[in-house]
């Protein structure tokens, strides 16, 4: 069974910090990975996807993503009370599944 | 766009009931639609996957099953719930951004099984 790991938190920020949620990944032919933010009692949303090595911005999210080491890496800036969700990591490791990881909780402190 | 329909929403069942959970998709054809289960404190794990009509394929050996008897509908069926069954029920589909796919999920359905 391939595996992706995070730790399921809760993760507490105070309001306008920078959040960081990070991810590793057992297999090394994975070349896909997403995060998802799923709020309580409503199913994930995408939002970031990253396929290559390095950084990748969009808005006041930033993906990180290094093969080698095998994490993926997820920064929220300025980070808001909306942003206190679930942050789901996932994987498609070489075939059609997506492999989730079982999700960081992240909390942003009025 | 795609949009992913589910019902019910919620759900409460006694243990040894059968249960029936219904997925439609609008706005594409021939979608591959997926369902999984999240159950409290595990991760999304993949129950079942699609790519066409009668065409499924099961990744955990249980008492769910699967049918695709439409292009754009997809249901979950057991003829005896267990208590383990419990969990938040996802329906998804695959929706393709700048040449890349992604993992698309519908609203849910909450599952009880007391």
């Known amino acids: 069974q391939k595996e992706v790991e995070q730790n399921s938190g809760p993760l507490s920020v105070p309001e306008g910090a920078i959040a960081s949620l990070n991810c590793t990944y057992s297999?090394?032919?994975?070349?896909?990975f997403f995060w998802y933010r799923q709020y309580s009692g409503k199913s994930p949303e995408l939002i970031m996807s990253i396929y290559s090595n390095g950084d990748k911005e969009d808005g006041r999210f930033t993906a990180q993503l290094n093969k080698a080491s095998q994490y993926v890496s997820l920064l929220i800036r300025d980070s808001q009370p909306s942003d206190s969700a679930t942050y789901l990591c996932a994987v498609i490791p070489g075939t059609y599944k997506y492999i989730f990881g079982t999700g960081t909780r992240l909390k942003v402190l009025a | 766009s795609q949009t992913i329909h589910q019902w019910p929403a919620t759900l409460v069942q006694p243990v040894g009931s059968p249960l029936s959970l219904e997925c439609t998709v609008e706005g594409t054809s021939n979608p591959n639609l997926y369902w999984y289960r999240q159950a409290a404190g595990r991760g999304l794990q993949l129950l079942f996957y699609s790519v066409g009509i009668g065409q499924i394929s099961s990744e955990v050996p249980q008492n769910l099953s699967a049918s695709r008897p439409q292009d754009r509908q997809f249901i979950l069926s057991s003829k005896k719930l267990l208590l383990s069954d419990s969990g938040f029920y996802l329906c998804?589909?695959?929706?393709?951004?700048?040449?890349?796919?992604?993992?698309?999920f519908g609203p849910g359905t909450r599952l009880l099984v007391l």
């Open positions: 998804a589909t695959k929706r393709w951004s700048q040449g890349k796919e992604t993992q698309y």
């Open positions: 297999d090394r032919v994975s070349q896909s």
